[in-house]
Nanobody, 122 residues
């Protein structure tokens, strides 16, 4: 079993940056692909980015390509989401998730963190 704890959210002005962290418990972190998702009020949870178990493949939703970067350090049991050039439409609760398979579909992820709020003001 994997427990995930996100941190790093907050309030930032448009054009600013934030770095989200997701710390995982357990000794099998490297066995899981990791994803970041977000959910804005009244909207469904949506895929943001994902990274393969070894970190050699990454995927992004089109709206964040070139602005967000997902990375991981298996020795530290941590995955990050660097968010640059933030826009008001990036405002949401951001969740990290773990799954054995690299996928962009939230229903396929087995483990989820509690989420961290990101608010981008205009």
């Amino acid at each position: 079993q994997v427990q995930l704890v996100e941190s790093g959210g907050g309030l930032v002005q448009a054009g600013g940056s934030l770095r989200l962290s997701c710390a995982a418990s357990g000794r099998t972190f490297s066995s899981y692909a990791m994803g970041w998702f977000r959910q804005a009020p009244g909207k469904e949870r949506e895929f943001v980015a994902a990274i393969a178990r070894s970190g050699d493949h990454t995927y992004y939703t089109d709206s964040v390509k070139g602005r967000f970067t997902i990375s991981r350090d298996n020795a530290k049991n941590t995955v990050w989401l660097q968010m640059n050039s933030l826009k008001p439409e990036d405002t949401a609760v951001y969740y990290c998730a773990a799954d054995r398979v690299l996928t962009r579909f939230p229903k396929e992820y087995d483990y989820w963190g509690q989420g961290t709020q990101v608010t981008v003001s205009s």
